[in-house]
């Protein structure tokens, strides 16, 4: 789907459909199926109740005066219980406006797919400050438009940069990007010595522990669960749907996310504590995909049972693996292919005798939806030396196919084709050995 696999997604919402309606269904199934930036929250919300439901007793939306997202009862002992609201945090309209995010998204995503070093560049956007007001806002990034980005920096110039890195990755290169309506000012650089990437200026760096986009959220939804009537532990659960302030790491002076939930709970005493949950991505050679769960105590925690302890400690052990960072995801749901998952197009395997391709790129080229042009485009290998022409140049005919499942965190398989020894339907007679 997005953050996670639509194969992982319908096994979670089939096995849901032990402890939930068919109206509490379809409506995950109705906001999944819209593709737009709320389906993150219901993918969330999907794999929590899920999760939790693996741990205890889980009650979708109760009826306590008001709906909380989530009651849960320990199954060793009933008594312990905590109701909790889940709420997906993004920086939707602030990257509208500046979207710095969307620009390095792009960028690493193509130097990934060149197969270059991502450490070895770095992004610096120019920036205004207006100095007459105090506090001073944050800086407004001289930046294109998200919808102006292929236009103003990927185009034919960029690639031209790209291409002359491709060529000679010994050396340094610098590509500026500069436009008078709107202001654009962009430099982008490559260093093969440099050994972490960079992006500056931070724009979002956090001014107020109150006037932020996570505190906002936090505060709604205590005073949400605040009107259930309910007398045992209110929870908050926050979960990246594309928050910068979530995904940064702390520095040594400013303030960050830790800062802003700590200040919340001393301001909030009916909130027993609050988990954030974010998917971290890195790419390049060392790509993965890491969950980061972090859990903020409240002053009544002390006072949570040691089952509802000890269930938070194990959540991470029944989370299904993501596809990719929230931030990843957002920029998904906006592109075309909204209802399909990732698939291993551009991925292969080649031996003497064995071709493993994706199952659904061949799929793709066998029935017409991509061209044989875009087919060897998103294998580029195939255009210096393609293994099916070198097979068949040598008489060697298909001999058996098989099919290598990806598994159900995965939404695409694997196809090996064996070749067989020169066979003389495609080759020259020859004189048997003996």
Known sequence: MAIFSRRTLQR????????????????????????????LGAEWEIVLLNVFSKLGTVTHEPKLGTRPDL?????????????????TVSDRGVDDRSPILALRIRLSDIIYKRGLKNSAFSLKVGSEVDNKVWPRPNPRLKIPHRSNLDRDVFNKQFFQFIEAVSLAPEKQHTHFITSTTPSVEIRITY?????????????????????????????????QLAKANYNGHRAIIICDGGCYHLNSKRYFYGTDVDDVVRYFLREHLGI????TLVVEQAF???????????????????????????????????????????????????????????????????????????ARGLLE?????????QFFRAHPWMSISNPFDSQLSRGRLITEIGIEKGGEERDDDWLTMTFGQPDPAVSPF?????
């Open 12 to 39: 979670l919402i089939n096995e849901n459909a032990g402890f939930l309606s068919k109206q509490q269904l379809r409506k995950h199934v109705d906001a999944l199926n819209k593709a737009n930036e709320h389906s």
């Open 71 to 87: 009651h849960f009862v320990s199954n060793a002992d009933k008594s312990q219980e905590f109701i909790a609201d889940i709420a």
């Open 191 to 223: 260093d093969p010595s440099q050994e972490r990437a960079s992006v500056s200026p931070v724009y979002k760096e956090l001014t107020s522990l109150v006037q932020n986009t996570v505190y906002s959220r936090l505060e709604r939804k205590a005073g």
């Open 272 to 275: 027993s504590f609050v988990l």
């Open 284 to 358: 390049g050679s060392e790509a993965q995909r890491k969950l980061n769960g972090t859990l903020y105590p409240g002053e009544a925690f002390a006072q949570v049972g040691s089952e509802i302890r000890e269930a938070i400690e194990k959540m991470g052990r029944f989370f299904p693996e993501a596809e990719r960072s929230a931030s990843n995801a957002v920029h998904l749901l906006e592109g075309a292919k909204t209802h399909e998952g990732m698939t291993f197009r551009g991925g292969h395997g080649v031996s003497d005798n064995e071709i493993r391709i994706s």
């Open 365 to 373: 080229l066998l029935s017409g939806r991509i061209t044989q042009e």
């Open 430 to 434: 020859k004189v048997p050995s003996q």
